[in-house]
């Protein structure tokens, strides 16, 4: 009987679905374990073979602990708000919920050809209303709280309330904004609803405010720094500027130490931990106040104000010599100069246009612009001019930086490019270790006073004379800003907010969900409104607690709703909780779910993830920890980054000519152009490529993507169909061999629709069948790397597949055959080294090296002719978590009429790999003569009397008796004289 692959996964499939075979159970009686894949938005093109990588890999060891009997729990779901939906609803005019439905659609297919054992049961989607009104509750929550210094953790704002009825705000240890005012009880008693509404935004955790945002004009939304590639949208490539805009953010830097903290809790890879401790960036240093010098035109007159920096080096502060400001920073329009005006603004026009990341990243472009204006050294008293530069960034630190040209190289740099002084504070200063000393706590307004000092002495006392001059304090800083929590996009949760003058009010919770309205376009409105501007019935009448027409707005019972979404992150923040209680409407999960489940205990994703989706849902998972809805203060225990599975893009040679000034374009077999390239004469006169040199003269070289389903074994393009597939090659010559073929180059690429070099894993399913493509994606190399795909591997995999078949049908015609009674002893041997090298490597992650392991193993069980029920039953529960189909097929004609998923995993016995008998070389004088069987637990003196004993050694000797024997036991034996 031959091995019918589609036939077999096609029942076994269906097997699975109608039976709910991998449905968790909550509260069994069994130990729970939770296997969870970071979940896919559903492209319009599907997956590709890169793809499941992470999926199969966490499905093989969710498989093997069911084997050993823990309620698993394997869900799968879909992150399906976001902006390529939009987009594709703005061209086709097809509202974005019917483009993801269809897109799911194709993904679920897609996945369940693969045969994952995922709960489908619990399946979850972030643009459904049902999952989303739990998305809005916690925004609810967090808009509702704030964070107390004191007990480290989120607090109600109704308890907040109560300490400024009481107390006011001076003894509230708040992380809030920078610019609140102190107030005393009677103050906050006497504010009215809005004023006091407008000092709780200070402090809520999620709250409004003006802040600098990546804008991009084209798509008409606000991106994350992850939605950006070089300082274009990643979605389109179009520019981005930044801009100020009234955003609601969330105050995730509330939470930055603890993130930073909290990391060590974490079995996660340590390159990741690294990404988000450098994204936290904690550095402890001094926050610095410069006094702006009074100019008639700035700041009311004579009131100068204050410039706030933060420095790591305050003892470097006599090496002032000016300041730098971001080009965002709100004091830049107050100070400019009237002369300095036209300059600055048209820089700051230009900086606009470039991401924080560009900026970041450019050390070599040095631009600036002077304001005019000076500010006070707090020792010195000298003035110091005030500059803007866009190394300095708007959302780091305050906006502003002491610039110490000695110390810092990009202070260094710009000043030397604006020819700006450069004082040398170290000049004829002993930095010497034997000079080091401690000074007396005296004012003294020069740099003798940290002359000599250690390092983190200087810092002390730098800090100290500050703190005197009421200048300066010490002050832990992070990079780590707040999250900028709004877009200007149709297709995201609504926010369960309305606003009644202008303050937000939330919606109460049983009124959830908020449901995303119908609009006409999902384009902004005319006046620049987000999409949500376009809907009709898109206001909150508060006697009625409902939606209602937008012409019934008074402000008085009905109010206009948020016009703005949440980001694709909101819903990603949480989804792993709503997993372990998806169907229940009336809480966001209950107790005994969320204490049962716990936390995630493996979790499988992409490295790219780091300091967006993983920091972010660290973030919510400790806020819900503080308000006691989760029992854990981290979501996941163990992460696994898996590595990318490349593809092999097909390159064809295009060479651009330039006639009459206009491009002309010829395509060139990739051996003809390397052979012209060479620097033989007569290769290059030779060549079909050099009329057309004579011709046209110079050219550059191009590489053309070309879909890699064109392209044969050896390389070569299939032009007709190029041409047919891109029109505009239809009359462009094609420079080809003698023999009418065109090759093209290789390159191994990121696997990917726009390069054309994508597999799908429909084609390996349908051709190869799924447990092969399982195993295959394994075999290419260890999970964490990144491996190039390469279809012809697959004929390996898929053999061995077809020799398991044959080990289990070795009777009459290839029908199912196997023996009774006991297995052999290297039956059991095969059998048992090869339990305890899976489940070892199951263990370990270490997959790639357990295919190697099955394929010696049936070659050894073929040798043996072994067809025991005992060995290839406990062989196929060990394939299962690999190859499940063919596994199942298997378990099933091996007599069982239930799921090879219940069967428990074979246990390991070390008696088996313990050999019984040992094979020795016997040598004389260090030449081997013959080899001699003998059991395995003799002794040194045993195997010498058995050794000399034999016959074949009587015969060797020939009646002389030996000088001496070696026995080195289990390895030789070696007789001497």
């Not at 729970?32 to 997956?47: E, N, Q, R, T």
């Not at 906006?399 to 170290?426: E, K």
């Not at 002390?460 to 996009?489: P, T, W």
């Amino acid at each position: 009987m031959n091995y019918d692959f589609k036939k077999i996964e096609e029942k076994w499939q269906r097997y699975w679905a109608e039976n709910q075979t991998f449905k968790a159970e909550n509260n069994s009686e069994k130990e729970k374990f939770y296997v969870l894949d970071m979940f896919p938005y559903p492209s319009g093109a599907g997956l590709h073979v890169g793809h499941p990588l992470g999926y199969i890999a966490s499905d093989i060891y969710a498989r093997y602990k069911r084997h050993k009997g823990f309620n698993v729990l394997h869900p799968m779901g879909y992150d399906s708000f976001g902006l390529p939906a939009e987009q594709y609803a703005i061209q086709t005019g097809q509202h974005p919920a019917i483009t993801t439905e269809t897109n799911i659609n194709r993904y679920r297919e897609q996945l369940d050809k693969i045969g994952f054992s995922f709960d489908w049961s619990r399946e979850v989607r972030t643009s459904d209303s049902n999952y989303y009104k739990w998305t809005q509750w916690i925004f609810i929550q967090l808009f509702n709280s704030w964070y107390d210094r004191d007990a480290d953790k989120a607090m109600d704002v109704a308890e907040l309330v109560s300490i400024f009825e009481n107390e006011g705000n001076k003894s509230v240890n708040a992380i809030c904004d920078d610019d609140v005012t102190s107030f005393t009880a009677s103050d906050w008693n006497a504010y009215s609803n809005t004023q006091k509404q407008q000092v709780l935004l200070q402090y809520r955790l999620t709250y409004l405010a003006e802040t600098e945002v990546n804008w991009c004009p084209v798509l008409g939304t606000v991106l994350a720094n992850d939605e950006m590639v070089n300082g274009v949208s990643e979605r389109g490539g179009h520019p981005v500027i930044r801009k100020k805009m009234t955003q609601w953010s969330m105050r995730i830097s509330a939470y930055a130490q603890r993130l930073l903290d909290d990391l060590t809790m974490l079995d996660w890879p340590q390159p990741l931990k690294d990404s988000q401790v450098n994204w936290i960036g904690r550095s402890e240093g001094a926050s610095v106040s410069f006094k702006i010098l009074p100019l008639a035109h700035s700041l009311g007159g004579d009131k100068g104000g204050d410039i706030s920096v933060f420095t790591t080096r305050p003892d470097t502060i006599f090496g002032v010599s000016f300041m730098t400001l971001a080009p965002e920073h709100d004091l830049v329009a107050k100070i400019t100069t009237p002369e300095q005006k036209s300059e600055v603004m048209n820089y700051i026009e230009a900086t606009a246009k470039r991401s924080e990341r560009d900026r970041m990243a450019d050390v070599k472009t040095i631009t600036g612009a002077f304001t005019g204006a000076y500010a006070e050294h707090p020792f010195t008293k000298k003035p110091i001019p005030i500059w803007i530069g866009d190394y300095v960034l708007a959302g780091y630190g305050t906006g502003a930086v002491m610039s110490v040209p000695c110390g810092d190289q990009r202070d260094h740099d710009f000043a030397r490019h604006f020819n700006i002084p450069i004082p040398n504070i170290f000049e004829g200063v002993d930095v010497s270790e034997e000079a080091f000393s401690d000074k007396e706590n005296t004012i003294i307004a020069n740099s003798d006073f940290l002359n000599g000092m250690p390092y983190k002495t200087a810092v002390k006392r730098a800090i100290f004379e500050l703190e005197q001059l009421e200048q300066g304090q010490g002050k832990i800083n992070y990079r780590l800003r707040d999250a900028v929590f709004s877009r200007q996009r149709y297709w995201g949760e609504p926010f369960p907010v309305y606003y009644v003058d202008g303050m937000p009010q939330m919606i109460a919770a049983e009124q959830l969900p908020i449901v995303l309205p119908e609009v006409e376009k999902y384009l902004p409105t005319e006046t620049g409104e987000p999409p949500l501007g376009n809907a009709t019935d898109w206001a909150w009448d508060v006697a009625k607690s409902a939606v209602v027409s937008n012409t019934l707005i008074d402000n008085k019972t009905v109010f206009p709703l948020e016009l703005n979404t949440m980001p694709g992150w909101a819903g990603s923040s949480f989804y792993f909780n709503r997993y372990m209680d998806p169907n229940n409407s009336d809480e966001v999960f209950s107790k005994d779910a969320i204490n049962y489940w716990q936390d995630v205990d493996l979790y499988i994703g992409g490295s790219e993830h780091a300091t967006g989706h993983l920091l972010y849902s660290r973030f919510w998972q400790k806020f819900l920890f503080d308000k006691g809805i989760v029992p854990k203060p981290e979501f996941a225990k163990k992460l696994i980054n898996q590595g990318m599975i490349t593809g092999t893009s097909a390159l064809a040679k295009r060479l651009q000519f330039e006639v009459d000034d206009r491009p002309f374009f010829v395509f060139c077999d990739t051996d003809i152009l390397d052979d012209y390239l060479k620097p033989s004469e007569k290769s290059v006169a030779e060549s079909p490529l050099m009329g057309y040199v004579e011709k046209y003269g110079e050219y550059v070289i191009q590489e053309i993507h070309a879909d890699v389903t064109m392209v044969d074994a050896s390389d070569n393009l299939d032009v007709d169909a190029f041409v047919k597939w891109q029109s505009e090659y239809a009359e462009i010559d094609f420079i080809k061999k003698s023999d009418g073929t065109f090759k093209v180059s290789r390159e191994v690429e990121k696997m990917s629709k726009s390069k054309y070099n994508v597999v799908s894993p429909d084609s390996i399913c349908e051709e190869y069948g799924a447990d092969s493509l399982r195993l295959y994606e394994m075999f290419l190399g260890p999970l964490e790397q990144s491996k190039p795909w390469n279809t012809a591997g697959i004929s390996g995999v898929y053999s061995f597949l077809k020799k398991i078949w044959r080990l289990c049908h070795s009777g009459p015609e290839g029908s199912f055959a196997v023996t009774e009674g006991v297995p052999t002893a290297d039956n059991l041997k095969t059998l048992h080294k090869t339990i305890k090298k899976v489940e070892e490597d199951i263990e370990n992650f270490s997959f790639n090296t357990s295919v190697a392991t099955f394929m010696i193993c049936v070659n050894e069980l073929a040798a043996q002719k072994c067809t025991n029920r005992e060995v290839l039953e406990s062989l196929v529960v060990v394939l299962a978590p690999y190859a499940p189909h063919i596994a199942e097929e298997l378990w099933s004609r091996l007599g069982h009429s239930t799921s090879i998923a219940t069967a428990s995993f074979p246990k390991f016995e070390p008696k088996y790999l313990v050999e019984s008998s040992k094979e020795y070389p016997i040598s004389f004088n260090g030449k081997v003569r013959f080899k001699l069987e003998l059991s395995a637990d003799l002794s040194k003196e045993e195997i010498e009397t058995a050794v000399l004993g034999h016959a074949k050694t009587q015969e060797q000797l020939q009646g002389r008796t030996p000088k001496k024997i070696i026995v080195v036991p289990g390895k030789i034996v070696n007789i001497v004289g």
